[in-house]
């Protein structure tokens, strides 16, 4: 299964929590909103989609003591991060080398987060992992989609990538990680738009679907399943 994310990632995965900060506009208050909307649910058993180098992970264990977490990477080079990161919480949490896209769940989940991490999927095949999302939650349970969105107006977005260029050149970012990231976005990356999210939960069979977060070309929707 192809997957040109993975050259982009795996290079990336020594500095990576720095580089996404000086990417991503209010990176923390982002993280902070998913972290707090997954805590909040006190959840058993957590299922993330994409956990990079394992912070978010790790901080979720760290607050939710009895919880069990699965973390699925595709990157190898993140994957050996994670496992790292995670390695204190081996009684209670796993790190799975997989596309997501050909993950199986054993059973049914609490919570699902992901974040930035599904616009490097095709739209049709997001829609189908939207869909196998929502099975893989227990009646009512929780997924929150942290994503890099698309603007319908070509002057928004034009004007929004030359705002986040300047970002992160002023926060201190490599050139050559900035023109990378940047090609990658206009070549490689699958942004939806904020309707296009809530058009894909919908279909996929979520009973609710919000945007509780948003600045800038990012988002965080809290998505939930019928009880």
Same mark, same amino acid.
Request: glycine share 4%; proline share 5%.
């Given at each position: 299964?192809?997957?040109?994310?993975?050259?982009?990632?795996?290079?990336?995965?020594?500095?990576?929590?720095?580089?996404?900060?000086?990417?991503?506009?209010?990176?923390?208050?982002?993280?902070?909103?998913?972290?707090?909307?997954?805590?909040?649910?006190?959840?058993?058993?957590?299922?993330?989609?994409?956990?990079?180098?394992?912070?978010?992970?790790?901080?979720?264990?760290?607050?939710?003591?009895?919880?069990?977490?699965?973390?699925?990477?595709?990157?190898?080079?993140?994957?050996?991060?994670?496992?790292?990161?995670?390695?204190?919480?081996?009684?209670? &949490?796993?790190?799975?080398?997989?596309?997501?896209?050909?993950?199986? +769940? @054993?059973?049914?989940?609490? !919570?699902? #987060? %992901? *974040?930035?991490?599904?616009?490097?999927?095709?739209?049709?095949?997001?829609?189908?992992?939207?869909?196998?999302?929502?099975?893989?939650?227990?009646?009512?349970?929780?997924?929150?989609?942290?994503?890099?969105?698309?603007?319908?107006?070509?002057?928004?977005?034009?004007?929004?990538?030359?705002?986040?260029?300047?970002?992160?050149?002023?926060?201190?970012?490599?050139?050559?990680?900035?023109?990378?990231?940047?090609?990658?976005? &206009?070549?490689?990356?699958?942004?939806?738009?904020?309707?296009?999210? +809530? @058009?894909?939960?919908?279909? !996929?069979? #979520? %009973? *609710?679907?919000?945007?509780?977060?948003?600045?800038?070309?990012?988002?965080?929707?809290?998505?939930?399943?019928?009880?």
């Amino acid at each position: 299964m192809s997957n040109p994310s993975r050259a982009f990632y795996d290079p990336l995965s020594r500095d990576y929590e720095s580089f996404i900060r000086q990417l991503v506009p209010r990176y923390e208050e982002l993280s902070e909103t998913v972290l707090s909307l997954v805590s909040d649910e006190e959840p058993m058993s957590v299922l993330e989609i994409g956990t990079g180098t394992g912070a978010a992970a790790v901080s979720l264990l760290r607050s939710l003591p009895s919880t069990r977490l699965t973390a699925v990477e595709d990157s190898s080079e993140m994957k050996d991060r994670a496992e790292q990161a995670l390695a204190e919480y081996a009684d209670r &949490a796993r790190v799975v080398h997989s596309d997501i896209r050909a993950y199986a +769940l @054993d059973g049914i989940v609490d !919570a699902v #987060f %992901a *974040s930035l991490v599904l616009h490097n999927v095709r739209p049709g095949e997001r829609q189908v992992l939207v869909e196998r999302i929502a099975s893989w939650l227990r009646p009512g349970g929780l997924f929150v989609w942290a994503e890099f969105l698309r603007f319908e107006d070509p002057v928004v977005q034009a004007a929004v990538e030359v705002a986040r260029q300047e970002f992160a050149r002023a926060s201190g970012c490599p050139e050559d990680v900035v023109a990378w990231n940047f090609k990658k976005e &206009a070549e490689d990356d699958f942004p939806p738009t904020v309707e296009e999210v +809530l @058009d894909a939960a919908k279909s !996929a069979g #979520f %009973a *609710s679907a919000d945007l509780v977060w948003a600045h800038d070309a990012f988002g965080v929707f809290s998505l939930r399943t019928s009880r």
